[in-house]
């Protein structure tokens, strides 16, 4: 299950309220970004990959990398675009010379650092097996639908309804394929592999993958980092 890891981390954070960007808000004495590349290189099978960071972040993504991986891995550190999709296909291309067709390629969003390994192995294991997947989370809630005046208007099916997570992880050969031939512009690699005739299959979270977004999402993460086993 050999695979090479795409970090995501160019977005600005706006809602996190802080100054700096997202994946620059420290965690236990480690940038957000650290965390991430770490839970998602946690698997011996990881070949190394590619962080995706605002361009103004360039200089200082090394040592993100740096305190995120506990081993030698071969990393690249490229600028995202402006879009989560162009940043994906740019850490994606980066990997033309190195990944072979058969390689998993394992997308990671870099406001993710509590990837438990169990959760990892699971998806790595299933994207083997089928080519393509992605942890997710099925939806438990009851759901309502709002109007345009966010006046209540009427109950939403939850069957069948998935939230998704990171990773998402494909072999390399498909979906650096669908993303060349996006001529659609679809905004999810996942969307983009579907369109290109390949099933993704869902595996069920067992473990709190949160993603951090707001001021609340960071407390309760740097309360979870904390309680962790040295």
């Known amino acids: 299950m050999k695979y090479w890891a795409v970090v995501v981390a160019a977005g600005d954070g706006t809602r996190l309220g802080r100054k700096m960007r997202k994946a620059a808000v420290e965690l236990s004495g480690k940038s957000l970004v650290s965390h991430s590349v770490s839970a998602v290189c946690q698997h011996p099978d ?31 550190v490229v600028a995202g675009g402006a879009t989560r999709r162009e940043s994906v296909q740019n850490g994606v291309t980066t990997l033309t ?67 998704a997570q990171t990773p998402q992880i494909f072999r390399y050969s498909g979906l650096s394929e669908a993303l060349r031939n996006n001529a659609g512009g679809k905004t999810d ?24 977004i707001t001021p609340a999402d960071l407390h309760l993460a740097q309360l979870l980092l904390d309680s962790r086993p040295s």
């Open 189 to 212: 690699e996942v969307e983009c592999v579907v369109a290109a005739g390949q099933s993704v299959q869902f595996v069920q979270a067992g473990h709190l993958n949160l993603k951090i």
């Open 46 to 76: 990881c070949l190394g990959g590619v962080l995706v960071v605002h361009p103004e972040d360039l200089q200082v993504a090394g040592e993100w990398l740096k305190n995120g991986l506990d081993r030698e891995l071969p990393f690249q």
């Open 97 to 163: 010379d190195k990944a072979r067709p058969d390689d998993l390629v394992a997308i990671h969003d870099g406001a993710r650092p509590l990837l438990h390994p169990q959760d990892l192995q699971r998806v790595l294991e299933m994207a083997h097996e089928n080519g393509a997947a992605l942890l997710a989370e099925a939806v438990t809630d009851t759901l309502h639908r709002g109007d345009d005046q966010a006046s209540w208007d009427g109950f939403v099916d939850r069957d069948h309804l998935w939230r």
